[in-house]
């Protein structure tokens, strides 16, 4: 299965919806986020691995900052957490 699909799968959510608006985009210290959530996004389009091995998606506060960040449905949180998993799947956890 694609990383769009597993996304899709298991948070419910299609990035597919995103308008990269870049709305989401928040002012979080680069420690925390490498990648703007609009471009995380991008990458699971694209089915890039990047995605889940990013700060962005391991950083606690983006997550928390994640719930509301698209203001077009997106369900970020979701999206974030499905990634986590994921990743931990994949490492055998
Ligand atoms: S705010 Fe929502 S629609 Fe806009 S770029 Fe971010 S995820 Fe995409």
Known sequence: MTLRGMVKRV????????????????????KEMDIPLSSLVQLI????EEALHCRTV???SVLEASRHACKRGLDLHAVITALREEKLRRDGY
Not at 15 to 30: Q, S, T
Request: overall charge negative; proline content about 4%.
């Open 11 to 30: 948070s419910g959510q299609d990035v597919h919806l995103c308008h990269a608006c870049n709305d989401c985009d928040m002012d979080i210290p680069a």
């Open 45 to 48: 389009l694209l089915n890039d």
């Open 58 to 60: 391991w950083s606690d």
